[in-house]
Nanobody
Framework: EIHLAESGGGSVQAGGSLKLSCVASGVTVSGYCMAWFRQAPGKEREGIAYIDSLRGTTYVDSMKGRFTISRDNAKNTLYLQMASLVPEDSAMYYC?????????????????????WGQGTQVAVSS
């Protein structure tokens, strides 16, 4: 059974930084595409960053230059480095994974692309 566990969330002031981690167990992530999603209260869960098995990355436009997704296959871990945070970044952040053969860059930001999800880590940014 695949288990994804996010950590690294917390409270930070606007302009600050946080680094989220997502540790996978029950699977070797090198054969998976992975992504970060977030969900703010009253809003749908949205994809914000994606990384494929070859470490190719894609971001939603509003995150480019502020967020960096990376992976360490040896540690079975996905990361999201977040900088220049603003209150609008406050949300529950989730990691997601799908076996590479079922991944398509054109659908990376869709929730239904991914079979495996973590429980989320909360990020709160104050002004």
């Amino acid at each position: 059974e695949i288990h994804l566990a996010e950590s690294g969330g917390g409270s930070v002031q606007a302009g600050g930084s946080l680094k989220l981690s997502c540790v996978a167990s029950g699977v070797t992530v090198s054969g998976y595409c992975m992504a970060w999603f977030r969900q703010a209260p009253g809003k749908e869960r949205e994809g914000i960053a994606y990384i494929d098995s070859l470490r190719g990355t894609t971001y939603v436009d509003s995150m480019k230059g502020r967020f960096t997704i990376s992976r360490d296959n040896a540690k079975n871990t996905l990361y999201l480095q977040m900088a220049s945070l603003v209150p609008e970044d406050s949300a529950m952040y989730y990691c997601a994974a799908e076996i590479t053969s079922r991944c398509h860059r054109s659908s990376w930001s869709r929730n239904r692309t991914y079979t495996h999800w973590g429980q989320g880590t909360q990020v709160a940014v104050s002004s």
